[in-house]
């Protein structure tokens, strides 16, 4: 039997949890105090053209950062190659007030678009809700959308010909963030995720549902520096049965710990600082699965400078290199990604 849809039998679960945020979306909107004269459209938009030395990898290293989606899968590490990748993105916002208290609603998509290897394109899309829960509070809901990502080749196990066919990958995230304002220069936030990946149909025995926490915490200097350290725990479960059946078990445990260093200087500059440092534990047991006893320990740092041009426009230039090490010496990488964008908002 062969999946409906790259989601699977999952999609349904997917389409749930969907149709639950944007119940919780719409009945937060409905109290709305009236106050329409303050409501605020606002437009953004980003373009960026970076070059790697890592085409398939590009787009686990471009999501290590705590905020976006850590555990992305690497790709085929036997692919390599340099392209430049151009990264379209664009942010729908309504700001206004539900219950006398601030809020921002949001969609926003983006995109990256591979100059030589097009069939690594994909998108990105999301929607976002932060509602301020009293002076010291705040909540931040988010479902994303990543579909059909291209992770590159692998010898699928379903057929029994181990036919090298393409990996891809399809993600569906809910996020949930709690928010608590401790001091005038310190912030804390809790974090949890749950979201599954679903394979294409060669590799679905890999699917995997996920549940993620961790907390964060924010310092901010009176001048205007921010220092955020935060760590996330994550597992992941794969369908046991399914994993048993083809002798391939991708469940995992993770552990993430992320510092983040943003600096202005000069009033119209900006430094930003960060490292990532992941432990990806694979805890499946089943003999000669290739997961089996694997541990894979990925490293990321970054460099951005950004240079706000006007109220609305920035220019950013920026560097990143990731790089992981693992049990499994053929699954050994490292990235190199260089950086140029325009950031600005239309309205």
């Not at 149909?201 to 995997?208: G, K, L, M, N, T």
């Not at 534990?281 to 290739?290: A, H, I, K, Q, V």
């Amino acid at each position: 039997m062969t999946k409906a849809t790259c989601c699977g039998a999952g999609s349904g679960w997917n389409f749930r949890r969907l149709f639950i945020f944007l119940r919780v979306c719409a009945g937060l909107g409905l109290l709305i105090d009236g106050q329409q004269a303050r409501a605020e459209w606002r437009v953004t938009a980003e373009s960026e053209a970076a070059w790697t030395d890592n085409v398939v990898q590009y787009s686990a290293a471009f999501a290590q950062a705590l905020q976006q989606d850590p555990s992305f899968p690497t790709g085929d590490v036997r692919l390599v190659g340099s392209d430049v990748i151009w990264k379209q993105a664009a942010e729908l916002q309504w700001l206004g007030t539900v219950s006398a208290q601030p809020s921002r609603v949001s969609v926003s998509g983006q995109g990256l678009f591979y100059t030589d290897k097009s069939a690594f394109n994909r998108g990105i899309y999301r929607l976002d809700l932060r509602q301020a829960l009293g002076s010291k509070h705040a909540l931040f809901l988010r479902y994303e959308s990543a579909p059909q990502a291209l992770l590159g080749q692998g010898f699928e196990k379903r057929t029994g010909s181990r036919l090298v066919q393409e990996v891809r990958v399809t993600s569906h995230i809910g996020y949930m963030e709690i928010e608590r304002r401790l001091s005038d220069a310190w912030q804390a936030t809790i974090e949890g995720r749950v979201g599954e990946r679903a394979f294409n149909e060669s590799f679905a025995q890999r699917d995997v549902r996920f549940w993620t926490l961790g907390p964060r915490l924010q310092w901010t200097g009176s001048s205007g520096v921010v220092v955020t350290g935060g760590y996330l725990y994550e597992q992941g479960l794969a369908d046991q049965m399914e994993a048993a059946r083809f002798n391939d078990d991708a469940s995992y445990i993770n552990h993430v710990v992320s510092l983040d260093l943003r600096i202005p200087f000069l009033q119209s500059w900006t430094l930003g600082l960060d490292y990532v440092y992941r432990v990806t534990r694979f805890t499946s047991d089943l003999p000669g699965d290739s997961f089996n006893g694997r541990r894979d320990v990925t490293q990321q740092g970054s460099a951005e400078l950004e240079y706000r041009w006007t109220d609305r426009v920035a220019v950013v230039v920026g560097f990143r290199r990731t790089q992981r090490l693992s049990t499994v010496a053929a699954v050994d990488f490292h990235s190199t990604i260089a950086l140029l964008g325009l950031r600005y908002r239309l309205q």
